[in-house]
Nanobody, 115 residues
Framework: QVYLRESGGGLVQPGGSLRLSCAASGINFKIHTMNWFRQSPGNERELVASITSDGSTNLADSVKGRFAVGRNNARNLLTLQMNNLKPDDTAVYYC?????????WGRGTQVTVSA
């Protein structure tokens, strides 16, 4: 079975930083594009960042210059470094990948940006 487990969320003041991690198992991690999504109350889930198997990255315009996505294939680990956080970044952050024709999701980790 495929398992994705996020960690690293929490409460941070505006301008602060957090580093999210997603531990993956049950897939050949190194060959899959990995994604970070987020969802805030009343809004649809949105794609925040992606990283392909060769390390190419893509970030949503709203987080460019502040967030960085990375991966450690030896540890089956996906990361999201979030700097200069804003209240609008408050959301549940989810790790996602598509494997064997299906989408897989973690349970999410809450990020709250508030003074």
């Amino acid at each position: 079975q495929v398992y994705l487990r996020e960690s690293g969320g929490g409460l941070v003041q505006p301008g602060g930083s957090l580093r999210l991690s997603c531990a993956a198992s049950g897939i050949n991690f190194k060959i899959h594009t990995m994604n970070w999504f987020r969802q805030s109350p009343g809004n649809e889930r949105e794609l925040v960042a992606s990283i392909t198997s060769d390390g190419s990255t893509n970030l949503a315009d709203s987080v460019k210059g502040r967030f960085a996505v990375g991966r450690n294939n030896a540890r089956n680990l996906l990361t999201l470094q979030m700097n200069n956080l804003k209240p609008d970044d408050t959301a549940v952050y989810y790790c996602n990948t598509r494997a064997r024709g299906s989408d897989f999701w973690g349970r999410g980790t809450q990020v709250t940006v508030s003074a």
